[in-house]
């Protein structure tokens, strides 16, 4: 006869006290595994929560000194990452930039250097001196396979994917101007194994078909949202994220300028709380041309207006016109325009 402290369930006479002692490494992990679960959904949250609403007009923003983009319209936030409490403009790693609605055009040849400066920079990446052309309404792309130093080009379209990405199909390869079967076969098992690795930052391959990711692809602050559509304008790649702003209510008043509303950003030596700022061109002519990472040149060569409620209306200098005024200061690959 068991006794009555024995579990009456098990034959081997595993008393309750024994089979809690043995449970109890994994009721630990479970435990651990909850918190650990809430407390990433926590910071997700409060991290969203901290974001700063932003809307963009008739903007081109560089993120390096060959690398810019030509913002026409943009509204999302910038929401803050890491262990950052909030947006930090001196520091562009701080905050990603999320799209819920916008157009960005990028020109060709900068997505060539984005390709060779910082896609494909690594030493042991499988292409090499990549162009890129737009000629009559297909991309043309041109490089070397690192690996015997084999010139490439091919032609393909762009469209966006399913879940929100850019798909570049080649419809015609060559490789030393003879015709190739077909990208991965072109590409080979190299090209293959690097990109699977994880080594290729916001690139990814379908059968022939390259997959771009904007998010990666780009140099910091990254740029999130879904890709709804892309066409060809001249020299420029246009990416349309979400609804336009006339459907989505949220379409920007006139003028060149970057708005900033809620929560917390700081910039130089200030923190602003409940964010009311505005960044507008001197200069309404033309686009407004900021450089994140001299923004504080493009202030000190422009003025500040404090609005009844305390905001902040920064009149600031284009960064191009900035240059030619200061020439220590790096010049992009542009032309400059004085006022």
């Known amino acids: ?18 089979l809690l002692l043995a449970l109890a490494p994994l009721l630990q992990a479970t435990i651990a ?4 679960n809430s407390s990433v959904k926590k910071d997700s949250k ?21 690398v810019s983009v030509s913002i026409s319209v943009l509204n999302g936030e910038l929401i803050p990452i890491g262990e950052n409490e909030f947006p930090i403009f001196d520091d562009r790693n701080s905050f990603r930039l999320g799209v819920s609605s916008g157009e960005i055009a990028i020109s060709a040849g900068s997505l060539g250097n984005i390709l060779n400066s910082y896609v494909f920079s690594a030493p042991e990446a499988p292409l090499k001196d990549v162009s890129i052309t737009i000629d009559k309404g297909k991309l043309k792309v041109k490089g070397k396979l690192r690996k015997g130093d084999i010139p490439f080009e091919t032609d ?8 929100g990405k850019i798909r570049l199909h080649s419809e015609k390869i060559k490789a030393l101007h003879l015709p190739a079967k077909g990208l991965m076969d072109l590409f080979g098992i190299e090209m293959g194994t690097f990109i699977k690795a994880g080594k290729i930052a916001g690139v990814s391959t379908e059968k022939d078909d390259l997959i771009l990711d904007p998010q990666y692809i780009l140099p910091p602050p990254h740029i999130e949202g ?3 559509a892309v066409r060809l304008e001249g020299d420029n790649i246009v990416q349309v994220f979400g609804n336009s702003p006339k459907k989505s209510g949220e379409q920007p008043t006139a003028g060149n300028y970057m708005k900033y509303r809620g929560n917390r950003l700081r910039f130089g030596k200030l923190t602003m709380t409940d964010a009311d700022m505005d960044l507008i061109d001197m200069d309404p002519k033309d686009p407004f041309d900021f450089y994140l990472d001299h923004y504080k040149e493009q202030l000190v060569a422009g003025y500040t207006k ?16 900035l240059t ?16």
């Not at 595994?33 to 650990?36: I, K, L």
């Not at 404090?306 to 016109?321: Q, S």
């Open 1 to 18: 006869m068991p006794s009555r402290s024995t579990f009456r369930g098990g034959a081997l006479g595993i008393t309750p006290i024994c």
């Open 33 to 36: 595994r909850e918190q650990q």
């Open 46 to 66: 409060d991290t969203k929560d901290a974001s700063v609403k932003v809307q963009m007009r008739n903007v081109r923003y560089h993120f390096t000194d060959q």
């Open 156 to 163: 393909g379209t762009l469209a966006p994917t399913a879940d």
């Open 226 to 228: 879904a890709i709804t």
């Open 306 to 321: 404090i609005t009844p409620t305390f905001g902040l209306r920064v009149y600031m200098r284009d960064f191009d016109k």
């Open 324 to 339: 030619r005024r200061n020439p220590g200061l790096r010049t992009p690959n542009q032309n400059p325009r004085a006022k």
